[in-house]
């Protein structure tokens, strides 16, 4: 008899107390839910053994990477539909613990338990992260680096394109109405070269260079000379090539290097585009002091970075479990006010903040698309787990963007000497580009 996917989802919704709003599709070919919706496809009794012995986002996570679980139809669709069921049900939605107390929930556990099968959990996907040590040491920020930037290049030029700029790109328009994800990317290189005020013959510092976009274009198109420094050692490889055949090693150097250790000061401007993700809140403020001891009087910092929402509540922040077990190791998302101050506290005076939130979601989509058109070389490249990772990851945060739960800003500050100069014009946004 073919009844998985009705007893499943029965018990389902009366563990969490609400109708599903997918269907689901069962190994056993039965099917349920609303008629035209998007369907979880479980593939086998393993998925539900996962999410038993890791309830919540970890084990729909292992499910997904191990291909245990699968949604036929729309991704963002299926997502969205999940997102308001799970993850956006507000704070009195009934925690784990408290369900339980439930017997009729006690009772569809057991049910659930017996669908499953006896057996022990099953091992993490090996593209899981594996934790050692302490967060936000040199070693650690390395392999957590490594981790997420070392899954080869060949696989980044598929989702990235030809800019290899793997930050929020800054489009004139989307890609519906023509534009491109290659202009939008050079329009946000530029951008930052222009909040940055870059002149020739000055020093850039570059951190988190990633593939050594920015460098190429501040000394290519503003002559500076730039210091670009990553953790990567296969990003570090591409980025000299990439400058050499630009003919631009005269004027760009390429290291790997901790931000920590960089001591040859100083510059006139920084740019840090997408990298203080991973610096980690308890050490974002040596971070903001050190950019500050390297730049010059007058200088300039243009910090891009993810913000999440603020909570009533700091002290019960909790890192999204997926994010981190697959994507970003020990990387932290911090309020946008708490940044602002944190540049503030280190010396740095704020002269300029831009949220470009709805950029980011179109430039997540964009490389979804990407993605998706060349499955197949994609998983040749890394591994069916992999791409199952960065689909979900993209696809996820595109939406949380969209839903204004995560924001990206450009904080412009200065370095302004004692005398109260900063240097900056009196009307700034002059720098947007048309």
């Known amino acids: 008899m073919s009844d998985a996917a009705p007893r499943l989802k029965g018990l389902v919704e009366q563990m969490l107390g609400t109708p599903l709003p997918v269907r689901i599709r069962a190994w056993d070919g039965s099917q349920a839910g609303p008629p035209g919706a998007p369907a979880l496809v479980v593939r086998n009794r393993r998925a539900l053994r996962r999410l ?31 997102a308001g069921f799970l993850w956006e049900r507000g704070e009195d939605a009934r925690t784990v613990a408290q369900a339980l107390r439930d017997p009729e929930v006690r009772a569809a556990v057991r049910g659930l338990l017996r669908m499953a099968g006896p057996a022990l959990p099953p091992a993490p996907p090996r593209e899981e992260v594996r934790r050692r040590g302490h967060l936000h040491t040199r070693r650690s920020d390395k392999r957590a680096i490594s981790h997420h930037y070392d899954v080869g290049n060949d696989f980044y030029e598929l989702v990235l394109g030809p800019s290899m700029v ?17 202009d939008a990317q050079r329009d946000k290189l530029e951008l930052v070269a222009r909040k940055l005020a870059l002149k020739p013959g000055q020093r850039l510092l570059d951190v988190g260079c990633g ?4 460098a190429i274009h501040a000394a290519r198109e503003h002559g500076v000379s730039v210091v670009g420094i990553t953790l990567s050692q296969e990003q570090a ?6 400058v050499a055949d630009e003919g631009l090693t005269d004027r760009v150097e390429i290291r790997v290097q901790d931000y920590r250790d960089v001591a040859d000061g100083p510059y006139d401007a920084i740019s840090s585009i997408g990298m203080a993700e991973h610096v980690g809140a308890e050490r974002y403020l040596k971070y903001a002091e050190h950019l500050y001891a390297l730049l010059k009087p007058g200088g ?20 999204d479990e997926f994010i981190d077990a697959y994507v970003f190791p020990d990387g932290e998302l911090a309020p946008v006010g708490t940044t602002v101050t944190q540049l503030e506290r280190a010396g740095f005076e704020v002269r300029d903040v831009e949220s470009i939130r709805e950029h980011y979601a179109l430039t997540l989509r964009s490389w979804v698309r ?54 900056m014009p009196l009307r700034a946004r002059t720098w947007n580009v048309a």
Not at 56 to 63: D, H, P, S, T, V
Not at 170 to 179: F, K, L, N, R, T
Not at 300 to 319: C, F, G, K, M, T
């Open 300 to 319: 300039r910092l243009l910090n891009h970075q993810i913000a999440r929402r603020p909570q009533r509540d700091e002290s019960a922040y909790n890192v």
């Open 370 to 423: 990407r993605l998706e058109e060349d499955w197949e070389r994609a998983v040749r490249l890394t591994s069916p787990g992999r791409a199952r990772v960065w689909r979900l990851y993209m696809a996820a945060s595109a939406l949380s963007f969209e839903r204004n739960r995560i924001g990206v800003n450009q904080v412009l500050a200065v370095r302004t000497p004692e005398p109260g100069a900063s240097g």
């Open 211 to 214: 593939w050594g976009s920015m």
């Open 52 to 82: 038993l012995w890791k309830p919540g986002e970890l084990g729909l996570a292992r499910a997904w990477v191990a291909g245990d679980l699968e949604v036929e139809g729309d991704l963002y669709t299926a997502l969205g539909l999940m």
């Open 166 to 182: 793997y930050s929020c790109a800054y489009w004139e328009a989307p890609e519906a109405e023509g534009g491109t994800l290659e």
């Open 237 to 242: 490889i591409y980025a000299r090539k990439r």
